[in-house]
Structure formats: structure tokens, C-alpha cells
């Protein structure tokens, strides 16, 4: 699996994290990622994008050469 990601703003609890959620009435457990301002999580969703088709572009170029 590729090690870059477009979704990396969601939150992406674990098993044990989504069974605490059921006694959470308060909300506690409603945690994402965030940044610093919305021009900040803008870019970084930007680079993240144009690494992962800059990835997709090296595999493309690899496998014609093969």
C-alpha cells in the first residue's frame, strides 16, 4: 500500500477506540486532524495529492520501461 494518503484530516480510530465511542456520550472521542488554518490544511492536502499522482506517474514510467 502506498505510504501517501489523501485522507490523512479524517480520523482514523482503531477497534478498541470505535468500542470506547459506545459509552461516549459527551463526545470526547470526536478527535481529527487538524492544522493551523484552512490555507495550512489546504497545502498539505495539495502536496499530498500531487505526490500521490507523481507516484502513480513513476510506477506508469517503470513499468513501459520493463
Not at 480510530?13 to 470526536?30: C, I, K
Request: glycine share 10%; charged share 25%.
Amino acid at each position: 500500500m502506498n505510504s501517501l494518503q489523501s485522507d490523512f484530516l479524517c480520523a482514523e480510530p482503531s477497534e478498541l477506540f470505535g468500542v470506547a465511542r459506545l459509552w461516549d456520550f459527551g463526545g470526547g472521542f470526536d478527535a481529527y486532524n487538524y492544522s493551523g488554518s484552512t490555507e495550512e490544511a489546504d497545502i498539505k492536502a495539495i502536496l499530498s495529492d500531487w505526490a500521490i499522482v507523481g507516484g502513480d506517474l513513476k510506477k506508469a514510467m517503470e513499468s513501459i520501461k520493463k
